[in-house]
């Protein structure tokens, strides 16, 4: 069985190998592949992965080896599903790998929105602390979070792991979800519409995949009506927010600050108007990106691709 990575260097920077995956048959990888070289890498392969190089129609239809795709991520959208079934081709995905990674980082991203900390021992080595000659120093805002309103939007895995913590932290949560969800068992929490959470909460989240209709959803309208002191982070998908609109809601001062781990194009394009934002911190699509999250992932391409060879699949999205 031919099996070939087309985009493996960020699952596998040099310290989470192939093992698992080239015991299960002839394996190629490559560390990125461009759209030109997608098809000419794939003749005569049995089994492909891929993370973000796109696999559509006109890819399958000159590809007539091809069976089965195994989707790096939980996300599958690079791949034409539809056109995948027409061509007998199976797509696999892994539902679940970097949940607390994921929440962790979103929660980091919270801290460092509350307290600064970087800036604030840039701030020591720069002799801030000396000159300012008093025992304590700060000089931004310093936000204690138990008490306050964590609101996500997107309350599947990542979203119920990061209400917890921030239960934890005493914030009382509101969450929404396009689709029932049991009720987490702790307190406060309350299900709310989307216009509420960005309206009542002092930290708004997301946490829910992007489709074809909530791009951009995250607008002007929405972001005006943001408490003056909040904070907006996304750890989601960058497509999911008006970037430009963004930019001016941190401008006015609504929200106070935000933090983003993604973009509407990764790499971020030098005209993306949020490296112009004040009171933003923007991060390289690296919350997933943990050696114990990568390592989970590995395992599972590996058990996907395994139970596809036994001709059982799993984790068959459709």
């Known amino acids: 069985m031919k099996i070939v990575v087309l985009d493996g260097e960020t699952l596998n920077p040099g310290d989470n190998p192939w093992t698992a995956i080239e015991s299960l048959g002839d394996l190629t990888v490559f560390e ?21 190089v796109v696999l559509d129609e006109e890819v399958f239809n000159r590809l007539p080896d091809l069976k089965f795709v195994s989707v790096t991520a939980t996300g599958y959208n690079v791949v034409d599903v539809v056109a995948a079934q027409k061509h007998n081709i199976i797509v696999s995905n892994i539902p679940v790998y970097g949940t607390d990674s994921v929440a962790q980082y979103t929660m980091a991203l919270l801290l460092e929105l509350c307290h600064y900390v970087g800036h604030h021992d840039l701030r020591v080595h720069e002799g801030g602390w000396k000159e300012g000659g008093l025992w304590s120093f700060w000089d931004t805002p310093l936000v204690e979070l138990s008490g306050k309103i964590m609101g996500l939007i997107g309350f599947g895995r990542i979203g119920s792991r990061v209400g917890q913590l921030a239960n934890a932290f005493g914030m009382e949560v509101w969450a929404h979800a396009p689709s029932p969800k049991p009720d987490p068992g702790y307190t406060p929490f309350q299900f709310r519409t989307v216009e509420e959470i960005f309206s009542g909460a002092d930290v708004v989240s997301l946490h829910c995949p992007q489709t074809e209709t909530n791009v951009k959803f995250v607008d002007s309208n929405l972001l005006s009506t943001m408490k003056e002191d909040s904070f907006f982070i996304n ?55 943990s050696r114990e999250a990568r390592g989970r992932l590995m395992k599972m391409s590996a058990e996907n691709i395994a139970a596809f060879s036994n001709g059982e699949p799993i984790n068959v999205v459709s």
Do not use: Y
């Open 32 to 52: 990125s592949t461009p759209p030109e070289l997608v098809v000419e890498r794939l003749q005569g392969v049995d089994v492909v992965l891929t993370n973000k």
């Open 235 to 289: 750890t989601a998908r960058g497509g999911l927010v008006d970037e430009e609109a963004l930019l001016n809601a941190l401008k006015m001062g609504r929200p106070r600050a935000a933090a983003t781990d993604v973009a509407s194009t990764e790499p971020i394009n030098d005209d993306n108007p949020l490296l112009a934002a004040p009171n933003l911190i923007i991060t390289p699509h690296m919350a997933w990106a």
